[in-house]
Every structure is written in C-alpha cells, then in structure tokens.
C-alpha cells in the first residue's frame, strides 16, 4: 500500500515555472514506477510524464517533452515534476500516482495508487 501526496500547485502567469512534489509513505517506493498525470473538467485524465524504479528511464507526452522534467529520490520517497515555461493550457489538476512496474509507465490503467491532486492555474 502506498500513500501519495502531492504539493506545490498555484497560480502562475504564462511563462513562468512551478515545481509539483509527491511525498509516498509505505514501503517499498522504490519498487513502484511514478508518474504525473492531468486532467481538466470534463476530460480524461491524460498522462504527463513518467519515471522508472530506479530514476534512469523518463518519458513525456509530446505536449510537455522539453518543457517539463520528472526526477525522483528514493531515499526520500519523493517524486517531482519541474514545469518550465508553463501555458495557458497547462491548467489542469495535477496527480501523481503509483505503477508496480519497472519501466516508465504511459497507461493511466497501469497505476494503481493515486494522490488527491494538486491545482495548477496558468493565466495569459
């Protein structure tokens, strides 16, 4: 079982930066595969990025590849994501979750434990 935890959502002009974190409790978070997704009202919750186990393999949605970086420290059980020269359309609730797998997992379905979200508001 793994807790999630996520922190560092705002408000935030175009062009600007915010750093999400997700701070898990339970064992074994280096057994889990992390990820950030999205969603907006009345859309699906989309996928952002990715990390595997052991922090050496990344993956993105083309929408944020160059823009946004997903890193993680095992030792403190924290995953984040740093979001540069954030847009408008970035607004969404942000969510970390959780994937019993090695790999940097894309599938919403392939995660099992989720955060309860964190606000991100970018204006024009």
């Known amino acids: 079982q793994v807790q999630l935890v996520e922190s560092g959502g705002g408000l935030v002009q175009a062009g600007g930066s915010l750093r999400l974190s997700c701070a898990a409790s339970?064992?074994?978070?280096?057994?889990?595969?992390m990820g950030w997704f999205r969603q907006i009202p009345g859309k699906e919750r989309e996928f952002v990025a990715a990390?595997?186990?052991?922090?050496?393999?990344?993956d993105y949605s083309d929408s944020v590849k160059g823009r946004f970086t997903i890193s993680r420290d095992n030792a403190k059980n924290t995953v984040s994501l740093q979001m540069n020269s954030l847009r408008p359309e970035d607004t969404a609730v942000y969510y970390c979750?959780?994937?019993?797998?090695?790999?940097?997992?894309?599938?919403?379905?392939?995660?099992?434990?989720w955060g309860q979200g964190t606000q991100v508001s970018v204006s024009s």
């Open positions: 979750a959780a994937s019993n797998n090695n790999y940097a997992i894309t599938s919403r379905s392939r995660y099992t434990y």
């Open positions: 990390v595997s186990r052991g922090g050496g393999t990344t």
């Open positions: 339970g064992r074994f978070f280096s057994a889990y595969a």
